[in-house]
C-alpha cells in the first residue's frame, strides 16, 4: 500500500503517479490531503504537505484526482479530521464512494470519536481504518479492533535501531491478531530494507515517506519521478512476497 | 469518570494521591531540564536528571498499570540512556522530539487534574529521532 500527497506538486501528476503506481503492483493507495499541521507524519511527509498547500491544493483536487483514479485503484484517502469535518461528513462520505473511494484513514481521529460515524460509514459502504501503536494496551486493542473494517492500521516504531526498545513487532502483531481476524498492515519506517523484516507476521506495508522523498528530488523531472516511484513499488512488493 | 477516578477505584487512595503529586512536578520540571540540554555546562546533569524522572514514571505508571505512559517512558528512558552514553552533542531533532514528549505529559497531568480519559500517545512520539 501506498501513500502519496495529493496535489504535490500538481493535480495532474498525483494523477498519473497513482495510475503508475496502480499499474506497478501497488494494491491500494492512500491519497494524503495536504495539511499544515501533520502531526501524525515524519518530515518529509510534512513538506510535501506544506509544499502542497503553498502550490494552491484545494480539497476540489482531491475530488478530481479520485475521481480518474479510484475505478482503477483501490483507493482511501488519508487526512487529518478537520480537513473532512470542513467538508461535512454527511455529504462527503457518500460523495467519496460515489467516486469509488472505498474508505477514510483518519489518524487523528480517536476511536471513540470515530464511533460516532460509524453508521454513516457503514451504510455508505466505506471503511474507517483503525490504528493501534504499540504504547496501546491489550484491553485498548481488543477494543479497537472489534470495530476495524478492511485492514487495521499498525503503527510501528522507527529509528530505534541501538537502543533498548525491541524492534520485534511480533508480540504486539501477536496481540492484534488474537482479537481480529481483519488483516493487519504495518506503517511507518517502511522502506527497501526494513519492509521484509516490518512485514513478517502482518498482512502488508503501508510505505509514504519512501515515496515522497522521491517526489522531492528537485533534480528529477515528472516522468523520472513516476519512473523511480515505479520501480521503488516493485521492489517493495517482491520484497514482501 | 476520567484516569484519576480509575485509579482510585483500583489502588488505595494515598498511593495514587502520591504518585499524582510527583508526576506533577516531575512534568512540571521536564521542559526547563530538556532546554538545559542545549547549554554545555548543563548537559550532564539534565541528561542524567531527565534519565530519573522517566525512569521514576516509568516505574509507578508501570504498578498503576497505565500502560501506554510505562510503554512511553521506557522508549524514552531508552533514548535517554543512548544519550547518556554517547559522545556526540545532542541535535535539535532529539530537543524536539523530548519537547513533544514533554506536551504529552503535560496532556497527561491535565487528565489526572481534570479526571478525563487518558489521552492517546500521539503516532509522531514513536518516530525515535537519531541522535547522531
Known amino acids: 500500500m501506498a501513500y502519496i500527497t495529493s496535489g504535490y506538486p500538481e493535480k495532474s501528476f498525483t494523477v498519473d503517479l497513482a495510475l503508475a503506481l496502480g499499474e506497478s503492483g501497488v494494491d491500494t493507495l492512500e491519497l494524503g490531503v495536504p495539511f499544515s499541521d501533520p502531526v501524525a507524519d515524519g518530515p518529509l511527509i510534512e513538506k510535501a504537505n506544506h509544499k502542497a498547500l503553498e502550490f494552491g491544493f484545494k480539497f476540489e483536487h482531491l475530488r478530481e484526482i479520485s475521481k480518474e483514479v479510484a475505478p482503477k485503484v483501490d483507493t482511501l484517502w488519508m487526512g487529518y479530521f478537520n480537513s473532512f ?3 461535512d461528513m454527511a455529504k462527503l462520505i457518500p460523495e467519496a464512494r460515489e467516486y469509488g473511494v472505498n474508505g477514510l484513514i483518519i489518524p487523528d481521529l480517536p476511536h471513540e470519536e470515530a464511533l460516532l460515524y460509524k453508521n454513516l460509514f457503514e451504510s455508505n459502504n466505506m471503511a474507517n481504518i483503525s490504528f493501534v501503536a504499540p504504547t496501546d494496551s491489550k484491553q485498548r486493542i481488543a477494543e ?3 470495530e476495524a473494517q478492511k485492514f487495521i492500521y499498525m503503527v510501528a516504531y ?9 524492534e520485534d513487532l511480533q508480540p504486539f502483531l501477536k496481540d492484534i491478531k488474537e482479537f481480529t481476524k481483519t488483516p493487519v498492515y504495518v506503517g511507518f519506517g517502511v522502506n527497501k530494507k526494513t519492509a521484509k523484516a516490518k512485514v513478517e ?9 519512501a515515496f515522497i522523498d522521491i517526489l522531492l528530488k528537485d533534480e528529477l523531472n515528472y516522468s523520472q519521478k513516476i519512473k523511480e516511484c515505479s520501480e521503488l513499488a516493485k521492489i517493495l512488493k517482491s520484497e514482501i512476497n | 469518570m476520567g484516569i484519576r477516578s480509575d485509579l482510585e477505584a483500583d489502588f488505595d487512595f494515598d498511593i495514587v494521591d502520591e504518585f499524582l503529586d510527583h508526576f506533577s512536578m516531575m512534568v512540571e520540571s521536564m521542559e526547563i531540564m530538556i532546554l538545559d540540554l542545549t547549554k554545555p555546562k548543563m548537559y550532564r546533569r539534565s541528561v542524567d536528571e531527565l534519565f530519573r524522572v522517566f ?18 517512558s521506557k522508549l524514552v528512558e531508552d533514548e535517554l540512556e543512548l544519550l547518556r552514553s554517547s559522545e556526540v552533542a545532542i541535535n535539535e531533532e532529539t530537543i524536539a522530539w523530548l519537547l513533544n514528549v514533554s506536551d504529552m505529559y503535560s496532556e497527561w497531568n491535565d487528565n489526572f487534574k481534570n479526571d478525563t480519559e487518558l489521552s492517546k500517545v500521539k503516532f509522531s512520539l ?3 529521532p537519531d541522535i547522531g
Do not use: C, E, P, W
Request: aromatic letters at 4%.
Open chain 2, 126 to 128: 514513536l518516530k525515535i
Open chain 1, 85 to 87: 469535518y470542513q467538508q
Open chain 1, 201 to 209: 507476521g502482518a498482512d502488508g506495508v503501508i510505505v509514504g515517506s
Open chain 1, 158 to 166: 522507527t529509528g530505534i535501531t541501538g537502543s533498548g526498545v525491541s
Open chain 2, 55 to 72: 525512569h521514576n514514571i516509568k516505574s509507578a505508571s508501570g504498578f498503576l498499570k497505565i500502560i501506554s505512559m510505562n510503554r512511553l
Open chain 1, 144 to 146: 479497537v479492533v472489534k
